[in-house]
């Protein structure tokens, strides 16, 4: 038996996430003994592909029809059920993310696997298989016992350690039947900002709320970032006001992140942004209201205006680095 | 045109999560519960495709008896009906199966949800009707337009967004900014009443999951402030103690 990882790619780059997936399904698989298998869809080199095996795949099975390189859902989820089949797989694994998700969801059908997602633990298989789960948008976990013999679990990012075996995986190309049917929602243009480290992949973030007056001071959350390798998020009512593009904006309704360190600059703390930023490792808040509630979340706290202590604070961290 | 906005009843988003009978059911004291916000927004944008083309909206959630007045709230934001399946809403493939068998007979043009609930946060159920009824999906959408049978949509990635083209029917999850939240008026409220809210009883089938406990996070420590002349400080801390630097 084996364990299929669903692995997602930027432009020919492993995600972390997905590598995270892997390291789950190793695990996983070295608890079960059973063999990691990894699956990658569209154009990516052969010797990224057998990266997947630093995080513990044995092989990769490469589907490179060209068509795959766009994440069709329809798509990518006939082809990953194709090659579930072909690896002997009771078990799918793969980095919850927009894509993820949706492919996840149709493959659950597919597969007639009882699914799990936002995991944030190796399953507890002591009478039933229990999974633990971030639920509430963070706030809360739940145990959920899966009853099917196949089963798909999606990851949380960030829930488990990266695994550096160092080994390299075999790979091997695999075709797949796809029907038109599959291509049915067709991708007609792609927008998207290179160069900058993506929001939800990234280990450090600095994250700016209306305390910045507009986006003509946004420069001062860009340098500490840069200062920090972080990438740059917002709150809310940010993006709504156009000081920011939609994909910048974090919480509830945002995007929901996990970083290492999450750096929050004249954001209050509303409930709606925390649940976006509650599985941060670390948080650094910086606000000139020592009331604010995001301090009662944080780590680290600075009170004190925004515009006098980022200068000095992107100084402070380029004089380390 | 016909269109189908599934809906979730949960808590309010500044709710205080907690459980209650040694950590095995949610505690509902205290607690309002709202339409999903995703879904709002995917109620939202129907509300305004049915004023543009005409046809029937009809909003659907799978709850017990409990979860009608969100439903009402749903016909005074302007929907034409609602169904309730009348069942505790177990799993996410439980609850797809129960709104793909509803729409299966309905000729829906277009199934809207929102991209995920704010209570388990899946975000699987769009798909997994998608995958039973086979038709495309969609999801997260933040820009929807109809030229005839083909819709427009603009779907969040990753740092970006991409463009792409479905013909109807298909299955949609829903986010901002896909249209303004609408609040429902007295107009709305009086009319929401006398609408019809049918209850259909549920297909039977087997859940794949169950949930068999919860548990709350551990409290956060209290936060460590650092004087704002003393921003090196911090970066120390960051290096030697977080170690994240
Ligand atoms: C259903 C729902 C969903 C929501 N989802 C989200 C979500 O996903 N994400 C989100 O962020 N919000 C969300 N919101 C909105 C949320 O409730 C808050 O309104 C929002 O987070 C506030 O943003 P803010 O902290 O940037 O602005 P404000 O609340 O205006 O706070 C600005 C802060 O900056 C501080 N400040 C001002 N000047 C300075 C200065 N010079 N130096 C330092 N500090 C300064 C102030 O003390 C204040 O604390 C949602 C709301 C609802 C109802």
Redesign the interface.
Known sequence: MSILVYIEH?EGAIKKTSLEAVSYASALAEKEGKEVVAVALGAIEENELAKAGTAGAQKVLHIADEKLN??V??AH?SAVAQAYEKAGADTLVLA????G??????L???L???????VVALPDEDG?Y?V?????????????????PHKILAVKKNAVPLKEYGGAATVEALDVTLEE?DF??????????TG?I????A??IVSGGRGMKGPENWNLIEDLAKA?GAATGCSKPVSDSGWRP??EHVG??GVKVAP??YVAVGISGA??HL?GV?AS??I??INKDPEAPF???????????AF??LP??TE??K??K | MKILVCITHV?D??SK?Q?TDNNTKFDKNGVQFIIG??DDYALARAVELRDQTGGKLTVLNVGEAETEPTLRKALAIGADEAIRVNAFPS???FV?NQIAHYAKEGGYDLILMG??S???????????V???L?M?????V?KLDLEGEVAK?SR????????????LP?VA?C???IAEWKIPNMRGIMSARTKPLNVVEAVSDE???????????PA??A??????DN??E??Q???TD?K??
Do not use: C, W
């Not at chain 2, 704010?118 to 997994?128: A, L, R, T, Y």
């Open positions: 930027a766009a994440g859902i329809q989820a919850k993310s927009s894509l998700d949706a492919v996840a969801a149709r659950s059908v597919k007639k696997a009882g699914l799990a997602s936002n039933g229990k633990k789960r971030s639920i509430y948008t963070g706030k809360a976990f739940t145990s959920t016992l899966i009853t099917t049917g049915a929602a067709k991708i007609t243009s792609t927008d998207k900002a900058e993506s929001l939800p992949e280990d450090i920090m939609h994909h509830q309704t290492s360190l409930i709606q649940a509650n490792k670390n650094v808040v301090f009662k979340a944080a780590d680290y706290g600075i009170v004190g205006d006098e202590i000095k604070l402070a961290i004089a380390i | 808590p988003t500044t999560i459980f916000p995703y799993d996410s493939l797809a991209r995920e704010i209570d388990f946060n899946g975000g699987m159920v769009h798909g997994m998608a995958e039973t086979g495309p999906s969609v999801s997260p933040m949509i969040e990635i990753e740092g970006g967004k991409e463009q792409l083209e479905v013909k298909f999850g986010q901002e900014p859940a794949a999951t169950e949930t068999v406990g919860y548990e709350l996070p956060k420590g936060v460590k402030l650092i004087d704002k921003v090196q911090l970066v801390l960051l290096q977080a994240v630097l």
